[in-house]
């Protein structure tokens, strides 16, 4: 019996190892129906959005119970809609000072919202801390209006004036920080994808390396033995077709 003898397997280095590994997992999840795993960043902007949502939705719901405070009632026609923090056009227009038993309520109504205000900057701190910085100087800007109001020197109208400007400000600063962070998000994202089509590509390298390491793994093609049928065609006697 004769004995033949495999070549040696060239080893992998620990790069190339690492290289088929990530590209398994990825090609496995893509057989999988799952398509590529999301990225780092894909995952953060995810979550990030999810913790922003629920912190909005429990400031609001926070504001809405403050507000539905029999306590507070008096106060409803002069305070903006607690959802969308917008004033109407009569409390835009509305030049009297509040009075003194109005003014002492409404600092009681702001302090007991306190709480729901800290909500969102809180949440977002540690994801978004540009956003949570803005909405703490949005904020103080706030409550220095609120002062005035509770010091009478300034009319419900210029209270919900003030407070509306600051809030479209707000709301711009934060678009704009936005636009940032994503134009800073889609470059971090661009560049792991990079290094993943890097790895893929490394990954070949290495497969047709070792594949033509091993000879026995593509045999050289065997000539295909062809052949030759012949029939009789019938008459004249002796015609053949062949093929």
């Known amino acids: 019996m004769v004995i033949r003898h495999s070549p040696q397997r060239r080893p992998?280095?620990?790069?190339?190892?690492?290289?088929?590994?990530a590209v398994s997992v990825l090609l496995v999840a893509g057989c999988a129906g799952m398509g590529p795993a999301p990225t780092a960043v894909q995952r953060e902007v995810a979550s990030s959005n999810s913790v922003a949502q629920a912190a909005v939705a429990q400031a609001k719901a926070c504001r809405l119970a403050v507000n539905t405070e029999p306590e507070f009632a008096r106060l409803l026609p002069y305070l903006p809609d607690?959802?969308?923090g917008q004033f109407?056009?009569?409390q835009l227009t509305n030049e009297t000072r509040p009075t003194a038993?109005?003014?002492a309520l409404f600092a009681s109504w702001y302090d007991a919202n306190s709480g729901c205000n800290r909500v969102y900057p809180t949440a977002i701190q540690s994801a978004r801390p540009?956003?949570?910085?803005?909405?703490?100087n949005w904020l103080t800007a706030r409550s220095q209006v609120a002062t005035q109001l509770v010091e009478r020197r300034i009319t419900w109208a210029e209270f919900a004036r003030q407070w509306q400007r600051l809030l479209s400000e707000a709301n711009t600063q934060i678009a704009e920080a936005n636009q940032q962070w994503?134009?800073?998000?889609?470059a971090e994202n661009q560049a792991e994808l990079n290094r993943r089509n890097a790895v893929l590509m490394q990954y070949m390298a290495n497969q047709t390396a070792i594949t033509e390491s091993m000879p026995w793994m593509h045999p050289a093609q065997q000539p295909v033995q062809r052949t030759t049928i012949c029939r009789p065609m019938g008459m004249p006697q002796g015609w053949m077709t062949c093929n």
């Open 182 to 186: 994503g134009a800073e998000a889609n």
């Open 82 to 84: 607690p959802v969308t």
């Open 101 to 103: 038993q109005d003014a």
């Open 130 to 136: 540009d956003v949570a910085a803005i909405e703490d």
């Open 88 to 90: 109407s056009m009569v």
């Open 12 to 21: 992998l280095g620990k790069l190339a190892l690492l290289a088929a590994s």
